[in-house]
């Protein structure tokens, strides 16, 4: 391919992601988790967080720092609270461990609280959500990282890009999920910016002496922005005090001084709560007035659903494969 891009079956990501795992001393159980969540990253056309991360990944468990042998624990805390050891790991094996126990408690209490603690996350959150909808529950997830974010007014960063997720159930079809990042783009968008020296729309973020600016690289060193001003900012702080503090984890500028910057992601915890509509609205969702904001939406001239552009990546990609650079290849497969 002429733009320096190869093309790949999509099937191919998950092999190449779990080869470079497995070479870098995951076990096969942790390795298939990773990979399946980098490959549900490249299905949805969320460059980001698909083998794009594959480096970092490899990084960590190369430093020591992540346990490519995690063994997740599970302890009921409370009759609704599920606290989940990530034995060091990275998160997808921790997700999968706790799916099927933390859907039933949701189902038998109405709510669960998930506390996933002692991971390192590195990756989207729309797979939990959408697959705990799926289930037919209501869900909620968020997870902190290392400072990028200033608080309102503020131009050092203290909270980091801390994305939150929310995946609706539907009667016929997949699960309504959106997922966004608490700053106004997330940090690998902002990463891919200045590997490929595209300049940043405005409002993205600030130089390290607090002056607006497009340039990708002056943003690393600065700060991004969060996305509505200070409204966005105490977003941010919200997700900082779920996925750190109430779980018992750290802040994300406590992961910033336990880390030791080996590429991959600081250790961090990750807040999800579910509910059981069944129980709180006493009846099933299917065809509830849900569908009827949906449908509003749908109509809508210019509107769409939140989620329904990834879905649509989704159906392009399945027919298509997907692109990714000859440079990220060639690292990946080293
Ligand atoms: P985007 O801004 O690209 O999208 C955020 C959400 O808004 C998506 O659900 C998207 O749905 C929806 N959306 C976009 N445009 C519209 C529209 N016109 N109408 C309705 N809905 C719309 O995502 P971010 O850059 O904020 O975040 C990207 C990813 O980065 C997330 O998956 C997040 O989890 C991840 N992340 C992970 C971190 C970590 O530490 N692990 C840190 C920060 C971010 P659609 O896909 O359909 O366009």
Redesign the pocket.
């Known amino acids: 391919m002429p733009d320096g891009m190869v093309q790949l079956e999509l099937s191919a990501v998950k092999t190449l992601a779990h080869a470079a795992l497995l070479k870098a001393g995951c076990n096969d159980t942790n390795a298939k988790a990773i990979a399946d969540t980098v490959w549900q990253a490249e299905r949805d056309g ?1 460059a ?2 698909g083998l794009f991360r594959i480096p970092g990944y490899v990084g960590s468990l190369k430093s020591g720092k992540v346990n490519g042998h995690a063994l997740p624990k599970l302890q009921r805390t409370a009759p609704s609270v599920l606290w989940v050891d990530g034995d060091g790991g990275y998160t997808p094996l921790a997700l999968s461990t706790m799916l099927d126990d933390f859907t039933a408690l949701t189902k038998s209490q109405g709510v669960a609280v998930a506390a996933i603690t002692n991971t390192f ?6 797979p939990e959500v959408e697959a705990l909808a799926k289930k037919g529950l209501c869900a909620i997830a968020c ?1 902190s ?1 290392k400072p990028c974010l200033p608080p309102a007014g503020g131009k050092k960063p203290l909270y ?4 939150l ?1 929310f995946a609706w159930p539907r009667p016929n079809g997949e699960p309504l ?5 608490s ?1 106004f ?5 902002v990463m891919i910016h200045a590997r490929d020296g595209k300049q940043l729309p405005d409002g993205a973020g600030i130089d390290k002496d607090g002056n607006p600016t497009n340039d990708p690289n002056e943003v690393l060193e600065g700060a991004q922005l969060p996305f509505g001003g200070y409204k966005g900012a105490s977003i941010a702080m919200m997700i900082e005090l779920m996925a750190g503090p109430l779980i018992g984890e750290q802040l994300s500028l406590e992961a910033a001084e336990s880390d030791d910057e080996d590429g991959g ?1 600081a250790r961090g915890g990750e807040f999800i709560l579910a509910m059981d509509p069944r129980k709180t609205a006493q009846r099933p969702i299917s065809g509830g007035n849900a569908e009827r904001l949906f449908q509003a939406i749908a109509e809508e001239e210019g ?8 879905l649509q990546r989704r159906a392009k990609i399945a027919k298509e494969g997907v692109r990714i650079p000859r440079e990220l290849l060639e690292r990946i497969e080293v």
Request: net charge neutral.
């Open positions: 969320c980001s967080h996350h590195f990756a989207a959150l729309w997870t990282y980091g890009t801390n994305p997720a999920a959106f997922d966004q990042a700053a783009m997330a940090r690998g968008d992601p509107a769409r659903l939140p989620g329904e552009g990834r």
